[in-house]
């Protein structure tokens, strides 16, 4: 993590061959759950390589009793919420419950 010209937070931009790279070389990964952009950009500041958006945000944010209620509009929401505060890591995000039960439902679901 470093600091940019500007003052801002930068972090080389985290994808997937770069985490594969990691893995080869037996560096250690990090994943944290993330739900905003304050905890987002936390996350970076700390190196954290992935934030993950999980359907967990039902039960942390919403006091739902399971994640089925979670719907992929709100997981969208939550994930355009953790973009604005990343400086460079990997976003990868669950599909709600049922949200892959067919191929065409998995395509519309996760564009």
């Not at 996350?43 to 399971?66: F, I, K, P, R, T």
């Amino acid at each position: 993590v470093f600091t940019a010209p500007d003052g801002g937070l930068y972090m080389p931009n985290i994808t997937v061959t770069s985490l594969l790279a990691m893995k080869q070389k037996g560096e250690k990964i990090t994943m944290l759950t993330c739900y905003d952009a304050t905890f987002a950009r936390t996350a970076c500041q700390a190196g954290v390589e992935v934030l993950l958006v999980g359907d967990s945000l039902g039960m942390v944010l919403q006091g739902h009793d399971s994640t089925l209620p979670v719907t992929t509009a709100e997981t969208a929401y939550h994930v355009a919420c953790v973009k604005r505060g990343n400086a460079g890591a990997l976003i990868l995000a669950d599909l709600p419950f049922m949200a892959n039960a067919t191929l065409e439902q998995t395509f519309l679901n996760s564009t």
